[in-house]
């Protein structure tokens, strides 16, 4: 869907901002330019704040910014598991994005969409995500959407396992 040359254009004028917001949180974070055939990828490795477990937030970048990256949650060796789900939290003042379903639920993610098996059967154009309006998480780049996990991250009270 998107041209090859222009997504990677993209994660890479992004990828400067993921670096420094890493840098300054202490997460470790990396840009595959193509994970195992898949295309790019984006990894996220922090630990749990209140478990101390490892998290990994994956996501792939196919298509991307045409389409909203595929965002999951991986164990230490990068297994899509309960155990490294984060539970949603309180507190935040916002509804949280960790979503009982174990998905990140924002338009933001298009693991969300009714389309790929989310609760969102809604949200039906998967290139509008930048528009969807409502009471809904709004992240326009990676660096956003990693600080907007990392805030929710830090009211979650333990994994879903």
């Known amino acids: ?24 949180t202490g997460w470790e ?26 998290i990994v937030f994956h996501a792939a970048l196919q298509d991307y910014p045409v389409l909203p990256p595929a965002w999951t949650c991986r164990d230490r060796n990068g297994a899509v598991s309960a155990a490294a789900f984060p539970l949603p939290g309180s507190g935040s003042g916002l509804s949280s994005i960790f979503h009982g379903a174990l998905v990140i639920c924002a338009p933001w993610n298009r693991l969300a969409y009714g389309a790929h098996g989310g609760p969102h059967r809604d949200w039906t154009d998967l290139t509008a995500w930048k528009g969807i309006g409502g009471n809904v998480s709004q992240a326009h780049t990676l660096g956003d959407m990693l600080a907007t996990i990392a805030l929710h991250l830090s009211v979650s009270p333990g994994t879903a396992a």
């Open 1 to 24: 869907m998107t041209d090859p040359s222009v997504a990677q254009a993209v994660i890479d004028t992004e990828r400067a901002a993921v670096v420094e917001w890493a840098a300054r």
């Open 29 to 54: 974070v990396g840009i595959d330019n193509c994970s195992a055939g898949q295309g790019p990828a984006l990894q996220a490795r922090i630990v749990h704040p209140i478990t101390r477990a490892p």
